[in-house]
């Protein structure tokens, strides 16, 4: 690498080293600040944070990230006053945890914390215990030492708290879209929250305010579980990043609401708090282990989908899906009163490319066109293979002229395409182009008609010389071909 090069990216590292180190100072100033006086903090962010960033990001869990994480615990307890000594063991203790939590996950596959397996959930559960028992098991110790707490009261206190941190704020961090795709999938999504689909679309979310409420109202022990019916639907209904937030939300709300004492619940003693702590926790993993089943069946459904419809060679749309979709195309133009035109194209002389250079550069033409077509469609213009070297264009509310001319640059555009074979070779290849248009388009018009139609007139391309668009005068297929540019 050019030492220009390794200097930027060391700049770039230990930017992200710092903000690291920045975020664990936050989330510690954050902990320390909520923290009762006389014991820890139950809303400990950090270890947990930490544990989902170095999982999610594995560039920051080498020693840098971690000195940078060790910076920040220390420095957010020497400065609000805490000893030397008690802050590099509380750090140690902290950091213990964080580090048998990423072990774990190095060991497993990365679609374990992106919570793409059906066992995601279990093993998010043995990773968060783990965790919290080897943090307690290093830093409950300072319970009597800094507080004269009793021992045993603090190690479970301990457990217990960064357990349910792990569980409910780790696949929050694990599933959020990188910032640029979180805008896209939001603007993906606008449609659905608009008018009064946008109110059933938000019904889960209803749902979930109802069961925490009536959890209030209502109250006793069991009032934490109210919530998981809504919960569930919730997971059937949002991605998995939304349920994992809404999840997170209900969780630290009700562990606020006892903790505040405005639930008519209120634990009595020690063993009740961590048992409504690891309670919260454990019912949260019943909807996440629903989202996680969904979203795995979703993509599979998205992957199975897309082998359908489109072509894996070229990308392109596949002959079935290209028939039905522009079936329909045609149906709206038609009662639209539009036009809309339809091309049918042919790569000439393409069984020369697959003899002379091989089968493997005849892929590589198929590819290269149709990355060429995609390039030059408009958004709202349909494409597919149809089979071999032949595509068919649908091009909705287009006069002739315009489709003519759009023909024509695909006819240039072809000519100029510069694409290489496996070998690095340059292969030059041509077009032949039918065209045939309807202004407006009839309501008894069919696709299959019209490429029949436009194939004729790719007969006529081919046969006058190739490397030319053909048009037929008339829709119907019986006026005589006009043009051949
Ligand atoms: N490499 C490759 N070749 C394919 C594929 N599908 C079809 N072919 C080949 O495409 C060639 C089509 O040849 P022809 O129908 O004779 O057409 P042509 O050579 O383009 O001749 P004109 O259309 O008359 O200009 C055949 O040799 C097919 O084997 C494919 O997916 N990859």
């Not at 959930?121 to 098991?137: G, N, T």
């Not at 596949?318 to 079936?327: E, L, P, Q």
């Not at 293979?385 to 068919?392: D, Q, T």
Request: a neutral charge; proline letters at 4%; aromatic letters at 10%.
């Amino acid at each position: 690498m050019h030492f220009l090069d390794r200097l930027r990216s060391a700049v770039l590292d230990l930017r992200g080293v710092a903000l690291l180190g920045l975020l664990v100072l936050g989330a510690c100033y954050l902990g320390i600040w909520a923290r009762p006086t006389g014991f820890f903090s139950a809303f400990w962010l950090t270890n947990a944070m930490l544990l989902g960033l170095m999982v999610r990001n594995p560039a920051w869990a080498h020693w840098p990230g971690w000195l940078a994480a060790a910076i920040g615990y220390m420095l957010a307890d020497l400065t609000t006053g805490g000893a030397f000594l008690t802050t590099l063991w509380l750090t140690a203790s902290n950091m213990a945890g964080v580090l048998v939590g990423v072990v774990m996950y190095k060991r497993v596959e990365d679609k374990f914390w992106r919570m793409q397996r059906q066992l995601s959930p279990l093993y998010l559960f043995c990773v968060s215990i783990s965790s919290a028992l080897a943090s307690a098991l290093v830093g409950s110790g300072a319970g009597p030492v800094m507080f004269h707490a009793d021992w045993y009261e603090t190690f479970w206190v301990w457990v217990s708290t960064e357990f349910m941190n792990y569980v409910l704020l780790m696949p929050v961090i694990f599933t959020a879209p990188a910032p640029a795709r979180m805008w896209r999938a939001v603007a993906a999504q606008r449609p659905c929250w608009q008018g009064w689909q946008g109110w059933v679309h938000m019904a889960p979310v209803f749902s979930v305010l109802l069961a925490v409420l009536a959890g209030t109202l209502i109250g006793g022990p069991g009032a934490i579980a109210f919530v998981v019916p809504a919960l569930l639907w919730c997971a059937l209904t949002y991605s998995l990043f939304t349920t994992c937030l809404l999840g997170m939300l209900v969780g630290y709300f009700q562990t606020f609401e006892i903790a505040a004492g405005m639930s008519t619940f209120t634990p009595t003693h020690m063993e009740m708090v961590l048992s409504v702590r690891a309670g919260v926790a454990l019912l949260f993993l019943g909807p996440l282990a629903t989202a996680c089943s969904h979203a795995a069946r979703s993509e599979m459904l998205r992957r199975l989908d897309h082998a359908v419809n489109f072509d894996h060679l070229t990308g392109a749309m596949a002959r079935g899906a290209f028939m039905g979709t522009g079936a329909k195309l045609l149906a709206r133009m038609a009662a639209d009163a539009q036009s809309a035109a339809v091309l049918m194209l042919d790569i000439d002389h393409f069984k020369q490319v697959n003899d002379r250079h091989g089968h493997a550069a005849g892929d590589a033409v198929l590819q290269g066109f149709a990355r060429m077509l995609a390039g030059e469609l408009r958004p709202g213009d349909l494409c597919g293979r149809l089979g071999g070297e032949e595509f068919g264009v649908v091009l909705p509310r287009i006069t002739r002229g315009d489709a003519l001319a759009v023909a024509e640059r695909l006819c240039l555009e072809t000519r100029r395409c510069e694409i290489r074979g496996p070998d690095g070779q340059c292969l030059n290849i041509s077009v032949s182009i039918g065209l045939v248009h309807q202004e407006p388009v009839a309501a008894d018009t069919r696709l299959d008609a019209l490429l029949c139609i436009a194939d004729a007139a790719l007969y006529e391309a081919k046969r006058t010389g190739r490397d030319r668009v053909a048009v037929v005068a008339g829709a119907d297929g019986t006026a005589p071909l006009v043009s051949a540019a």
